[in-house]
């Protein structure tokens, strides 16, 4: 069973009202949850590009990229779930896991499924909580993994314009 209705939720993916990369995060982080989701991108399989500006390199130890220089070039993972949905992981801070996704990728119950997934699978090996902002509004989530009912749940009521 689904753990959301798109029917439910489609205002959130709605890139007029949210914006096109809404900002999800794992607040209250640390290097070793950086390290896990680290972990769980290659136990899973999922295919990834790991860069640093225009570099693209193997993906690193999280200690090794957290503790760059602030005026380093800024990291990015990219991950793909699956070939439809793309995530991009910031490495902003080593206190909150942050990622981006493209909603023009997750339109539709077969996505949001996928998505939903990515978000559990991530809540799931933390033990935390993972919330989904629109862009730019950080504190403010709509969605999210609940670790208690164990699967994500909608956490705003409906947008407006």
């Known amino acids: 069973m689904a753990d959301l209705l798109w ?8 890139l007029d009202l949210v ?16 390290q896990e ?18 570099a693209v390199l193997p993906v690193p130890r999280a200690e090794a990229v957290l503790s760059r220089p602030a005026d380093a070039e800024r990291p990015e993972l990219w ?28 339109q539709g119950q077969d996505r949001l499924d996928v998505f939903c997934g990515f978000l559990r ?6 033990r935390k909580p993972v919330l989904l902002d629109p862009e730019g509004d950080c504190g403010h989530p709509v969605l999210g993994f609940d670790v208690e009912a164990d699967r994500v749940v909608l956490l705003a009521g409906p947008l407006t314009r």
Do not use: M
Not at 83 to 106: G, P, S
Not at 121 to 126: H, T
């Open 19 to 34: 914006g096109r990369l809404p900002d999800a995060r794992v607040p209250n982080a640390s290097v070793e949850d950086w």
């Open 37 to 54: 989701v680290l972990d769980l991108v290659a136990e899973k399989g999922w295919k990834c590009q790991y860069s640093e500006g225009d």
């Open 121 to 126: 699978e991530i809540g799931r090996r933390l």
């Open 7 to 14: 029917d439910d939720v489609k205002c959130f993916f709605d």
């Open 79 to 106: 991950v793909r779930p699956t070939a439809e949905v793309l995530v991009i992981f910031r490495f902003h801070a080593d206190d909150e896991v942050d990622f981006d996704v493209d909603l023009r990728e997750l």
